[in-house]
């Protein structure tokens, strides 16, 4: 068995890669988990020397990495070599921060002495997706690495290239042999890995079905899991908002990664009073982005795959049929590669795909409330609970809003939702649990034990 990555700006096969079989598998687990037993006793100062050498490494290598991307996912030489840096600044940030934020807790009890240490678990799986190929993976890696554990990924099958490019990179840091391993597998042989005994735990990011299927294994197995799935986020833009900033940030947000983000904006939920204003503005930016093969200076490339293309434009289409008004795209384009055009819709309606999915390529979806307290209805109606944001004049208000009344991981105020290792990222209802990144995302993946002495 095997697995193609396939160029979806050309529909061409870059490379076929040789499926690992179930006991090369488990030999991979076992060395994993042989390289833990020693990394676990490896100090935090070595363990950061590896971490900032794999920083130096992704940059060295960020125009190939940015290549490589461009090629297995279609995302832009620009973005892609920005999402190196990004993925350099994780391994820097846990570098620096690791051993502090892992230090011993005291804590005043009837003991002589009692404390909360922090301990590695062991091997962690991390089922990853192909949007973000290489910050995705780092963004549990470089804390799991430094808390002492060991990793497997199995990535999406469309990326291999950059899941075996990154396993280069951890070798080449000098990382201990086989500590990191990438698994060239599908997802049947998932459930395998979980139940392993060298596998202590499964980080997933991707669908909500996955998530379900992924949690429910480790569920049965008793191991810890923690899961980053989709997400539909609501950006409320009140009667009082910088209509222009607003327009051109819900823009920025959801034409991000060629709106192939779980955190981008995807609802508009716009006051009647502005809403006319903020439709034309939407439109104006939208327009001025351009779009095609991600070797050339453009600002979009491609979508990650046809099917993929193909199921975000019945969306569309639907909910056009269900009352939804296009102001502009939801076009095929004729010919090779998965190209989607900016689009935007408006008049979007409940019980609508583009009220209710996530709608995962570059098309924006504006809802019409009434008032505040109608856009926040809107806002958390639905089944997902990742990012949000508000946008008002009105800092005050902003920040209440975003603390009290919006359901979601994260809510920004006049700006953009986006990752920063400094802070935790995930999300509550259908987008999943557990926390990455900044101090929370480090601890998620250790036993935090008690130690009491009398």
Not at 28 to 34: A, D, E, G, Q
Not at 384 to 389: D, R, V
Not at 439 to 445: A, L, S, T, V
Request: charge should be negative.
């Amino acid at each position: 068995m095997s697995v193609k990555s396939i160029n979806p700006a050309t529909d061409q096969v870059i490379k076929e890669y040789k499926e690992h079989t179930s006991k090369e598998v488990k030999e991979y687990i076992s060395k994993s988990h042989l390289a833990y037993e020693s990394w676990r006793k490896v100090s935090y100062s070595e363990r950061a020397l590896c971490l900032v050498k794999a920083a130096e490494i992704l940059r060295k290598r960020k125009s190939d990495y940015a290549q490589l991307m461009a090629s297995e996912m279609g995302k832009v030489l620009k973005d892609g070599e920005s999402e190196i840096e990004k993925c350099a600044w994780v391994c820097e940030y846990y570098a620096e921060q690791g051993e502090e934020m892992l230090s011993d807790l005291h804590v005043e009890s009837d003991a002589t002495e009692s404390l909360v240490s922090y301990q590695p678990l062991g091997v962690v799986l991390a089922v990853m997706p192909w949007n973000f190929p290489f910050w995705q993976v780092f963004r549990f890696l470089a804390p799991a690495l430094m808390a002492g554990n060991g990793a497997v990924l199995k990535h999406a099958s469309n990326v291999t290239g950059c899941a075996l490019a990154i396993e280069d990179v951890i070798t080449d840091a000098g990382f201990p042999k086989d500590l990191f391993k990438t698994l060239i597998i599908n997802s049947d042989q998932v459930e395998s890995i979980i139940s392993n005994e060298h596998v202590q735990a499964v980080t997933l990011t991707g669908s909500t079905p996955a998530g379900k299927s992924v949690a429910s294994i480790a569920g049965k197995h008793i191991k810890k899991s923690v899961l980053e799935l989709g997400g539909s986020d609501p950006y409320i833009v009140l009667e009082d908002a910088d209509i222009e900033l607003a327009a051109k940030t819900c823009v920025t947000s959801r034409l991000i990664n060629n709106g192939q983000s779980c955190i981008a904006a995807k609802r508009f939920i716009v006051v009647s009073s502005i809403k006319e204003e903020f439709e034309k503005q939407v439109v104006s930016n939208m327009k001025q982005y351009t779009f095609g093969d991600p070797f050339n200076d453009v600002d979009l490339g491609t979508m990650a795959r046809k099917d993929l293309r193909d199921e975000l434009h019945d969306q569309v289409v639907k909910s056009i049929e269900m009352g939804a008004t296009l102001l502009m795209g939801g076009e095929l384009k004729d010919g090779k590669g998965a190209y989607y055009a900016p689009t935007v819709l408006t008049d979007v309606k409940w019980g609508s795909p583009a009220y209710h999915e996530e709608l995962f390529g570059p098309v924006a979806s504006i809802i019409e409330a009434s008032s505040e307290k109608e856009a926040i209805s809107i806002a958390n109606d639905s089944f997902f609970g990742l990012g949000a944001a508000v946008f008002t004049k009105n800092v005050e208000r902003g920040k209440k809003i975003a603390r009290e009344e919006i359901q979601s991981g994260s809510c920004f105020v006049n700006d953009f939702v986006k990752s920063d290792p400094r802070l935790p990222f995930g999300g509550i209802k259908g987008s999943g649990f557990g926390r990455e990144l900044g101090p929370f995302g480090i601890k998620e993946f250790v036993n935090i034990k008690t130690v009491y002495i009398k």
